[in-house]
């Protein structure tokens, strides 16, 4: 029998490589600007088209590269920055592995140019699939310019892989962002189709962040530093009060190096116990520098995995570290005792009647010679509600029916699985409905009571209208008398420049005005005055961006993102007559049972359930 194991080709070999290393355009543009920072250079730029599936230059002025040393960059394993096994153990450098390059000449047009600050004359190199199709000397300044066309251009494959130019723009700008903030001493900028995203000269690194997030993030950035004989901690993370639902502002680096780390990322969490809600993310850059003996960085091919030799100890500085911050600059949680208590429906005309106090809580005057204190709002609403829990217990013993017997809202649930509609509207109830906690609307049926979780619903209805007004196209909207700026970060700005005419579509009046700046000249008719309109443009993007890897269309994900961003809150009271209005514009939608999210809007509970728990 023939032998059947064969060494591989170069080219397939240099394929396989680029599959590990080369997963999208962001990778690319990751390794060229990781190779111009080992190359020494104060100056990079990085020039994208078509969100790099046409084309990813990368210019810097550092050391440039011999005739010899620019050819022998092509292969595997060529690399100038370890000579033997140890030196995997005290790696100062980004790259190290020598496969970049070698992976990105193998499913690309790749244009070379180098030329070190000694020499007269560079060096071209025109690459195809591995194979040189050109090498001459040319005129050309010094350092390195690569330039990378057509990726993937003989993997079709893999090609059609890659999402949407708005998908693979983010990621771009994502490797971008972790290469420019981990050295904040180096001038970078950003061109995509010939226009600039962002222009970041040399400075510290607090500057760094406000010129890539936005100068909103300076009053939200508390610093953090401490430094001991194992690693120093540095960096910034933020306030609780502007954590956001979704992630992207968690990063992590290790002696300069982005890395991701679920492990460090709880020790951060757990600082901020008791001062985020659970589907909160708090902004935070850390850097750690560590002796890199300590650690593993060679665990996989796009080197964001790491290992410590004492995880445990990395975990307790870094949440000590942050919790020590937070406390230093007094943010602390606070309690809020005045969170609504009670369950009965006449709490909302009893607070009505009471005075109000400056911070919105309802407060009682006490009368002049009073003999002791008066009772707080919270006890006086407790003997109220003890007082209901007694009300009409001896007509229930007796089940005898007056006027003084609790009424139900006529429905067939029990039979049918139908609400009660014989009048054409949900409104036809003898019971009104009544909070819980600010957070879920109780209303009474015949079988039972229904627990509608207020956002949920809102969300659903929010969302069905919206996706009608995307579809006709008839949006009312209220002109503002003082046109309001917003300037968001460059990623966001990317974004919002592509849905833009989708949202005025819905009733907003937005135009841009320079370089990641927005007018707002009108909001929907149904907004004035209930909402900040520039927080619910910022809520909007977020939740865009969180629904972007569910592969819906932009009409979707725009009505759904918008729905989100809008829809009434947890915590919000609301009045018996917007408590039935939601109801009855919930039951009047297509789906009215689940959320555009997929959380359910309301619960049935039958009184038999509650009957044989008590017999239990």
């Not at 030196?87 to 790749?110: P, Q, Y």
């Not at 209005?581 to 959320?595: E, G, N, Q």
């Amino acid at each position: 029998m023939a032998d059947i194991i064969q060494l591989l080709p170069d080219a397939i070999a240099n394929q396989i490589a680029a599959g590990e290393v080369i997963q999208r355009p962001a990778s690319v543009v990751k390794e060229l600007m990781e190779n111009a920072i080992d190359a020494g250079s104060t100056s990079v730029k990085l020039i994208v088209k078509d969100s790099g599936k046409t084309l990813i230059q990368v210019i810097d002025n550092g050391c440039g590269m011999s005739e010899t040393d620019a050819r022998m960059s092509l292969q595997r394993h060529a690399t100038s920055k370890i000579r033997q096994a140890e030196d995997l153990f005290a790696i100062r450098t980004m790259g190290f592995r020598g496969e970049a390059m070698a992976s990105i000449a193998a499913v690309a047009h790749m244009e070379m140019r180098t030329r070190r600050q000694t020499e007269e004359l560079g060096v071209r190199l025109v690459v195809e699939g591995s194979e040189i199709k050109t090498q001459e000397a040319c005129q050309c300044t010094s350092g390195t310019s690569i330039s990378v066309k057509n990726l993937f251009f003989n993997v079709p494959a893999r090609r059609n892989f890659l999402k949407s130019n708005t998908v693979e723009m983010r990621h771009i700008l994502d490797e971008f962002q972790h290469v420019a903030l981990a050295h904040p001493d180096i001038f970078f900028s950003l061109h995509h189709n010939n226009s600039e995203v962002f222009h970041l000269p040399a400075g510290n690194l607090r500057q760094r962040i406000i010129s890539i997030f936005g100068n909103q993030y300076n009053k939200r950035l508390v610093p953090v530093s401490e430094e001991t004989d194992v690693l120093k901690l540095y960096g910034f993370v933020g306030k609780p009060e502007f954590a956001k639902k979704t992630r992207g502002e968690q990063l992590f680096f290790v002696n300069q190096r982005f890395i991701k780390s679920g492990y460090l990322n709880h020790a951060v969490m757990t600082a901020y116990e008791g001062l985020l809600t659970k589907d909160a993310y708090p902004l935070y850059i850390v850097f750690i520098d560590i002796d890199p003996e300590r650690i593993d960085i060679n665990v996989h091919p796009t080197k964001q995995e790491i290992k410590f030799d004492d995880e445990r100890l990395v975990y307790n500085y870094l949440r000590v570290a942050v919790r020590h911050a937070l406390g230093q600059y007094s943010i602390m949680p606070t309690l809020d005792f005045n969170q609504e208590t009670s369950f009965a429906p006449d709490r909302l005309n009893a607070a009505a009647k009471q005075q109000t106090s400056s911070s919105g809580y309802p407060t009682i005057k006490p009368e002049k010679g009073a003999g002791r204190p008066e009772p707080s709002p919270l006890q006086i609403s407790n003997q109220k509600n003890w007082s209901k829990l007694y009300d009409g217990l001896d007509e229930f013993v007796t089940q005898e029916e007056d006027a003084s017997a609790p009424v139900t809202i006529e429905s067939e649930w029990s039979g049918g699985n139908t609400l009660d509609d014989t009048t054409g509207s949900f409104s036809q109830q003898k019971s009104v409905p009544y909070q819980v906690h600010a957070t879920y609307i109780v209303s009474p049926i015949k079988s039972g009571f229904l627990v509608i979780d207020q956002q949920a619903a809102h969300e659903r209805i929010l969302y069905e209208q919206y996706l009608a007004v995307l579809e006709k196209q008839s949006a009312l909207s209220q002109k503002q008398l003082f046109p309001r700026s917003i300037t968001l970060p460059p990623a966001d700005a990317t974004l919002m420049q592509e849905i833009l005419p989708k949202i005025n579509l819905l009733g907003f009046d937005i135009q841009e005005f320079g370089t990641h700046t927005f007018v707002i000249n009108g909001i929907p008719a149904e907004m004035t005055g209930k909402q900040d309109e520039a927080k619910v443009i910022e809520g909007l993007l977020e939740q865009y961006k969180r629904n972007i890897d569910l592969k819906l269309d932009v009409r979707e994900n725009i009505a759904r993102a918008m729905a989100r961003s809008t829809a009434i809150r947890k915590g919000q009271n609301m009045t018996v007559e917007e408590m039935q209005s939601l109801i009855d514009k919930l039951f009047a939608c297509a789906l009215p049972f689940r959320s555009p999210t997929g959380r359910s809007c309301f619960l049935t509970f039958e009184l038999e359930e509650f009957a044989k728990r008590f017999d239990a």
